[in-house]
């Protein structure tokens, strides 16, 4: 299984960009998929989460400004993240549980930076 984030970049204080991660098996598989980031020196820390069940947690920072979704058809989960601040400077992981198995997964970072 295989997970791979993309659609980071630099974008000015108040923009928007939206992140995409596309696996390599039905996301069905997990029970709970994920955004993660980290800033150097600093632990990763979770952004939001999406349950199989389709509930979803943020992380205070984040909340009425980033959406998590996911599509199925696509095998993708998105993080549409507006009114980007410079705090939100980091590179993203996409995560993915599968419960069945009890395995983690990780994609690649990408590196979302905000900056005027």
């Known amino acids: 299984v295989q997970l791979q984030a993309f659609g980071g970049g630099l974008v000015e204080p108040g923009g928007s960009l939206r992140l995409s991660c596309t696996a390599s098996t039905r996301l069905e598989r997990f029970n709970i998929m994920g955004w993660y980031r980290q800033t150097p020196g600093k632990q990763r820390e979770m952004v939001a989460t999406?349950?199989?069940?389709?509930?979803?947690n943020y992380v205070d920072p984040v909340k009425g400004r980033f959406t998590i979704s996911i599509d199925n058809a696509k095998n993708t989960m998105y993080l549409q993240m507006d009114s980007l601040k410079p705090e939100d400077t980091a590179v993203y992981y996409c995560?993915?549980?599968?419960?069945?198995?009890?395995?983690?997964?990780w994609g690649q970072g990408t590196q979302v930076t905000v900056s005027s």
């Open positions: 999406i349950r199989y069940s389709g509930d979803r």
């Open positions: 995560y993915g549980h599968d419960g069945l198995v009890s395995r983690h997964y």
